[in-house]
Nanobody, 116 residues
Framework: QVQLVESGGGLVQAGGSLRLSCTAS????????MGWFRQAPGKEREFVAR????????AYADSVKGRFTVSRDNAKNTVYLQMNSLKPEDTAVYYC?????????WGQGTQVTVSA
C-alpha cells in the first residue's frame, strides 16, 4: 500500500522559513516524479514544485521560484520542500504527490500558515 506522509508544516512569520518533508513507502519510486502542491482556502489546488526521483530534475511555479527549493534523499525515500522568505500568500495546505504519467498518489497534507 502506497503511503505519502507530509510533515513540517506550522505557523511562521512573514520572511521566515519552513522545511516540509514527504516520506514515501509501499513501493519503489524509481522513475516517478514527486510533486508539491498547495491549496489555499477558497482556491483551487496549484502546482508548487516537482523533482524527478532518478535524476533530481526540478521545476517550480513562478510564484515560488527563487524562494523554495525541492530536493530528495533517495536513501530515506523522502522529498523535501525548503521554503524561505515566506509570504502570507503562501498560506495553504501543502500536499506531496507521486506521478508516473498522472499524480496517482497523494499525501494527507500539512498546513502552512504565514502571518503578516
Amino acid at each position: 500500500q502506497v503511503q505519502l506522509v507530509e510533515s513540517g508544516g506550522g505557523l511562521v512569520q512573514a520572511g521566515g522559513s519552513l522545511r516540509l518533508s514527504c516520506t514515501a513507502s509501499g513501493r519503489t519510486f524509481s522513475g516517478y516524479t514527486m510533486g508539491w502542491f498547495r491549496q489555499a482556502p477558497g482556491k483551487e489546488r496549484e502546482f508548487v514544485a516537482r523533482i524527478t526521483w532518478n535524476f533530481g530534475t526540478t521545476a517550480y511555479a513562478d510564484s515560488v521560484k527563487g524562494r523554495f527549493t525541492v530536493s530528495r534523499d533517495n536513501a530515506k525515500n523522502t522529498v523535501y520542500l525548503q521554503m524561505n522568505s515566506l509570504k502570507p500568500e503562501d498560506t495553504a495546505v501543502y500536499y506531496c504527490a507521486a506521478s508516473i504519467y498522472n499524480y496517482d498518489y497523494w499525501g494527507q497534507g500539512t498546513q502552512v500558515t504565514v502571518s503578516a
